[in-house]
């Protein structure tokens, strides 16, 4: 019972970081595109607020409750889970990029987010369906 709750907030931190990360990937791929008219800076501030408080830590949980699963299901040897751990740590550094390139563009550090941030929802999306895939076939799993 104890590892089927701690799974089920690992799959709702999950929930909350990637909406809180495709948010902050739209938002800035808008602004690359379209540009920050004054009136625009409030909301991103609000984003900006929103990845501290909510994304980040849900990011932290994450990783937290992950772990625990793994130790407690025995999961150590499982390919298909180091295949998932590879693209959460790949997300987990967009994750951190993305957080800066918004703290940068609000600090006033640079006029526009970077290029990448125009491929960053896709790629967001494609890696979730991935980790999905991994998760319910569990390729590479004897049985």
Known sequence: MLYLLIKSFHLAAVL????????????????????????GQPLLAAIYRWDRRITTPALALVWLLGLTLLVMGGWHTAPWLWAKFTIVFVLSGIHGNQSASLRRLLAG????????????????????IAVALLVILKPWSAG
């Open 109 to 128: 550090q640079v006029a526009q987010p970077p290029a990448s941030v125009r491929w960053v929802p896709g790629l967001t999306l494609a890696a979730i």
């Open 16 to 39: 909350t970081w990637v909406g809180g990360m495709l948010g902050l990937a739209v938002a800035l791929a808008a602004q690359r595109v379209h540009g920050a008219p004054a009136s």
